[in-house]
């Protein structure tokens, strides 16, 4: 093949105007694949809306308003709509994505081939790419997360076309050993399985004068931060009622979503108002800042594939406290990485105390996610999708 490997990238989860920081990761492994000179890339981002009268509610209001297609920091996107059943129509939004996208992917196949579909979420993109892919001829590969297994893994309805589409994939990929082991017990091949690690950008995410850094925040005891949508799964509640351990300390919460009011009421029901920093949505310029001025980074999800916030973190000279999810034990792999700990108030609260009596180096914390980087990212998966191809 002597032209670019042509790749149709389709994620559901994509940055837009609305939501700068909504799947990011992919956004910037996306960048970096297209960034290649033997590679061109198209991302087709499906947006969910659901029939009126509720497309008219105002947290669609954003999403109606994003252009079908745009120049989205370079890359080129496509944003075509598909109807959203929400809370019940789970089950169905492979076959609504594939009905809504078939048109637009069989006309730009037809002006310029693709060679591959490259899947960013295993649900609902993958069993969506399954179908757009028989129908053109090509092959498809499908990249787990996390809680596209773990969530959607345990919908019986859901789970039979995750199985359909891993059977049919040329390739899967996985964020982490432990996710392609979740896989498995699934009931996936693991041969098909490869581990995809993130990638980091190693020049962004870098120690700074914490001293200094917390003076400027206005911080003079422990600074904590917790990076991730605000919602059950992130467990942000126990870190929360954590902070009851550490009269002097500050937690920033970065990232909102729907338990965000809940934690509001938590804070102040437990006299922690006026310590718990809730941030919202941060660029990743503001979050790299933010996360190297804290002293520990806290995230202990019920579930994880390997979390992005726990690798930038590290990067930044800042040791984690995570919980035993996903990958967390191919992360930190010495104390100066952190603590692996229960999901309990008690088990944060002593670990806390334990990395503040003897913090770990900056650098020596950085030292540990050293192998991470995008160019190692990209080389990894333009291997795969030539090699799914056919032009390995």
Not at 370 to 379: I, L, M, V, Y
């Amino acid at each position: 093949m002597n032209r670019p490997l042509h790749i149709l990238t389709l994620s559901t989860l994509f940055p837009n105007a609305s939501a700068a920081n909504f799947g990011i990761f992919v956004e910037r492994q996306t960048s970096e694949l297209a960034s290649r000179p033997e590679t061109r890339v198209t991302v087709i981002n499906p947006v969910g809306l659901p029939p009126w009268p509720l497309s008219r509610h105002k947290q669609y209001q954003p999403l109606r308003g994003l252009a079908s297609q745009e120049t989205w920091h370079g890359l080129d996107v496509c944003r075509p709509r598909f109807r959203l059943i929400p809370k019940i129509g789970g089950a169905g939004n492979p076959r609504r994505i594939a009905d809504a996208l078939m048109p637009l992917v069989k006309s730009l196949h037809q002006q310029t081939p693709f060679d591959v579909i490259d899947a960013e979420f295993f649900y609902p993109d993958g069993p969506a790419a399954m179908r757009l892919a028989a129908a053109l001829g090509i092959p498809f590969t499908i990249k787990a997360r996390g809680a596209d297994i773990h969530h959607w893994g345990g919908d019986p309805k859901c789970r039979d076309q995750i199985l359909q589409a891993a059977e049919q994939a040329s390739a899967l990929l996985a964020v982490s050993g432990a996710l392609k082991q979740d896989m498995i017990a699934l009931g996936m091949d693991g041969s098909k399985i490869v581990v995809h690690y993130t990638g980091l950008d190693q020049d962004r995410f870098v120690p700074v004068d914490r001293v200094a850094a917390k003076r400027a925040l206005g911080v003079e005891g422990p600074l904590f931060i917790s990076a991730g949508a605000l919602i059950p799964r992130k467990n942000q509640d126990l870190v929360i009622r954590a902070m009851a351990g550490f009269p002097d300390a500050v937690l920033m919460l970065a990232g909102k979503g729907e338990a965000e009011q809940s934690y509001r009421t938590l804070a102040t029901e437990l006299g922690l108002a006026d310590r718990i920093r809730f941030l919202g949505s941060l660029s990743h310029e503001e979050l790299a800042r933010l996360t190297a001025a804290a002293d520990i980074a806290i995230l202990v999800s019920k579930s994880e594939g390997l979390a992005n916030a726990w690798v930038e973190a590290l990067a930044c000279g800042t040791p984690v406290i995570i919980s035993e999810a996903g990958g967390a034990r191919e992360l930190v792999t010495s104390p100066e990485a952190g603590r692996i700990v229960d999901q309990t108030v008690e088990a944060i609260v002593k670990a806390a105390h334990a990395i503040l009596a003897d913090p770990p180096g900056q650098e020596l914390v950085r030292s540990t996610v050293s192998r991470f980087s995008w160019k190692t990212n990209g080389d990894q998966l333009l291997a795969i999708l030539r090699h799914a191809a056919g032009n390995g």
